[in-house]
């Protein structure tokens, strides 16, 4: 009997070895049964940014081997840089926490942001749901109403702190342009600034065509807010209004423009940490590939006015890296354009 369970178990051991597919197909599936994959959102419920992560988190467990489920946890503060630097030094490194954060943020690490605390080559890029494009846009009746009136007349918008698009865009096109932005600080995120112009306190926003339809839906088809211009070379033909780019005079604005306007090509960038071992990581990509064909994926995704138009982790890996090699004085010029860092906090001294 000994001998006839020996001889089994050194057949498997053979098999195994002849077939290491199956191997690391198992041992995903055997990590992943019954976990709960935590994952981490960089901004507070309610904006786009999180409703798609709780989208593709009531998704994506059914394609990992193990079927795990998801637990958003969301982790606002320092315009994402406080979930970004918890997922590149504090997450576990074992595939069991994944993370989505700004688009704008390999940019902020390029410029050297005190806070960061992270380098976005070594991240494990798992892939984004969509591409759109960034506008600016006032409120139907505010002062400016067109791109061209921002050289005579101030637009006073809401921001959401360094490191978020909405505060980061108009400071640019007012250094790089000379446009007449005045941003109003304070405010959570993208959906309370847009609340704001609603109340009344602010005039206009900087943010993502998805990211307006998705929390005021019909409020650019309506014409309530008013695309002035995107930030991407070629216009929105369906909004009439010229790209950022008509109003660059000089090579170097136009660089700079190229730059800054180059980290909407990351869409809604979702990541692990560095260390993640290849099989899960390869589990993880493939799984959010299938998420975005996914039936029911789709039809909720449609339900909620998103638009997918995914990128795979292979691809947002090489736009990373290409961003990464933009001339030292193009992303330097940039830096001196969003103004003076943020000081970094003093330690208190124990007593």
Not at 4 to 27: D, E, I, R, T, Y
Not at 71 to 76: D, E, Q, S, T, W
Not at 197 to 226: A, Y
């Amino acid at each position: 009997m000994r001998t006839s369970s020996a001889l089994a178990g050194l057949c498997g051991l053979v098999l195994a070895a002849a077939v290491p597919g199956a191997v690391a197909a198992q041992s995903v599936a055997d990590f992943y049964k019954g976990k709960q994959i935590e994952f981490i959102i960089g901004t507070s419920s309610g904006g786009s940014y999180d409703l798609w992560a709780r989208l593709i988190g009531r998704h994506m467990g059914r394609h990992i081997p193990g079927k795990p489920s998801f637990l958003p946890k969301n982790m606002p503060g320092a315009g994402h840089i406080k979930a970004t630097n918890y997922l590149f030094n504090v997450a576990p490194k074992d595939g069991s926490t994944i993370g989505t954060f700004s688009r704008n943020i390999p940019t902020r690490a390029l410029l050297k942001h005190p806070a960061v605390k992270f380098k976005p080559e070594a991240f494990n890029w798992i892939g984004s749901p969509e591409l759109t494009n960034r506008v600016c846009v006032a409120k139907k009746g505010a002062p400016v109403q067109k791109g061209e009136d921002l050289f005579a007349r101030e637009l006073i918008v809401g921001g959401a702190g360094a490191g978020t698009a909405v505060s980061t865009t108009p400071a640019v096109l007012r250094g790089v342009l000379d446009m007449k932005f005045r941003v109003v600080e304070g405010y959570k995120g993208a959906s309370d600034v847009i609340l704001a112009i609603e109340r009344g306190e602010v005039q206009g926003i900087c943010q993502t065509v998805s990211g307006i339809n998705s929390s005021h839906p019909g409020w650019l088809k309506d014409g309530k807010l008013v695309v002035l211009f995107n930030l991407e070379r070629k216009p929105i033909p369906e909004y009439k209004a010229p790209s950022i780019f008509s109003f660059a005079k000089t090579t170097e604005q136009r660089q700079i423009l190229a730059f800054y306007s180059s980290n909407t090509e990351l869409g809604r960038p979702i990541a692990a940490p560095p260390g993640v071992p290849a099989d899960r990581l390869t589990a993880l990509r493939r799984a959010f590939d299938a998420t975005m064909k996914d039936p029911a994926f789709m039809a909720e995704a449609n339900k909620q006015g998103f638009e997918i138009n995914a990128l795979t982790g292979e691809e947002l890996t090489e736009r990373v890296v290409e961003l990464g090699n933009t001339p030292a004085a193009i992303v330097d010029r940039t830096e001196a354009l969003l103004g003076p860092k943020p000081k970094k906090k003093k330690k208190k001294k124990k007593q």
